[in-house]
């Protein structure tokens, strides 16, 4: 499984912007999908997972704040985030469980994209 995170960027805190994770080869839709960042000097952090029943999982910090879907036509795995705040500023990390339920460890996932950094201005 391939997987490319696209969509970061620079902004203001209190914007929206959305990432995106391109999956390949289509098998992919069986797998749990999730997104994990990690900020300068800190460990790597949850963020949110989608299983293929579209159960979705998401970390404390973002709960209400930020939405992940998946669009299977399209072999790709979204991350809404609104209200942005200035520490959501880190590198965002899309992954892929092939086995399993959605899970908030790291160490579950088989597959890491490359990342994308986000930026929230004050």
């Known amino acids: 499984v391939q997987l490319q995170a696209s969509g970061g960027g620079l902004v203001q805190a209190g914007v929206s912007l959305r990432l995106s994770c391109a999956a390949s080869?289509?098998?992919?839709?069986?797998?749990?999908m999730g997104w994990f960042r990690q900020a300068p000097g800190k460990e790597r952090e949850f963020v949110a997972a989608?299983?293929?029943?579209?159960?979705?999982y998401y970390g404390e910090s973002v709960k209400g704040r930020f939405t992940i879907s998946r669009d299977y036509a399209k072999n790709t795995v979204y991350l809404q985030m609104n209200s942005l705040k200035p520490e959501d500023t880190a590198v965002y990390y899309c992954a892929a469980r092939q086995r399993g339920a959605g899970s908030v460890t790291g160490n579950d996932y088989d597959y890491w994209g490359q990342g994308t950094l986000v930026t929230v201005s004050s």
């Open positions: 989608i299983q293929w029943s579209s159960i979705t």
């Open positions: 080869p289509p098998t992919y839709s069986r797998y749990v």
